[in-house]
């Protein structure tokens, strides 16, 4: 089995899982790790914050995002192009995003186009990841092509219920400064 098949059988799996998470369960999970996020060094430290906007399962992001804004972060949320490739364009509030491809909340055309290079902090989504940085997305390689672009800090949001010793990763795959789970943060030490 190639990477790539691998990758497919583990996301079958990762969202089966997923979908037997309970409310209850997922509710009380985004809400720790938000409290984790809000407290880290590294998110106080950065004035241009990039985070994904959750749908359907993902580690609600919303309470983090208005948070941020509150705290006069200047904020940023994905605008999906074709090809895999995404923009970050900043937002003032959550009232702006409107519905786009695949089910997500993405920020009007018009929104400010902020460089990648001008990220500090960079909340990224998953499907699972592992304690040594790894993530398993949904596909698409957004994020990892993102990633080679900016030199911000970039941290992943997983389930703890989620969370695998490994996952497959190819060269492409960017891993992440910090895993954080509803219970854990994990640091790896990456280099490169």
Do not use: W
């Not at 497919?8 to 899982?17: G, M, P, S, V």
């Not at 998110?43 to 705290?71: N, P």
């Not at 491809?101 to 902090?121: D, I, M, R, S, Y």
């Not at 992440?176 to 790896?188: C, L, N």
């Amino acid at each position: 089995m190639d990477l790539q098949e691998q990758k497919a059988a583990l996301r079958k799996k990762i969202k089966t899982q997923l979908a037997n998470l309970t409310p209850n369960y997922t509710g009380q999970a985004g809400a720790a790790i938000t409290k984790t996020l809000l407290a880290l060094p590294q998110y106080k430290a950065a004035q241009t914050i990039f985070c994904y906007v959750s749908i359907g399962q993902e580690v609600d992001t919303h309470a983090f995002i208005k948070a941020a804004l509150v705290a006069g972060k200047q904020v940023c949320v994905p605008k999906t192009l074709g090809g895999g490739q995404m923009q970050a364009r900043q937002i003032t509030a959550l009232n702006q995003l409107q519905p786009a491809p695949f089910g997500l909340l993405e920020p009007a055309e018009k929104a400010p186009l902020v460089p990648p290079q001008q990220l500090g902090f960079i909340v990224v989504p998953c499907l699972a990841a592992a304690p040594g940085g790894t993530r398993l997305g949904h596909g698409g390689g957004y994020y990892d092509r993102y990633l080679a672009t900016t030199g911000g800090f970039a941290v992943c949001l997983c389930y703890g219920q989620l969370l695998q010793p490994v996952l497959p990763a190819g060269t492409l795959d960017k891993p992440v400064q910090m895993v954080i789970t509803e219970k854990d943060v994990f640091k790896p030490s990456i280099t490169g």
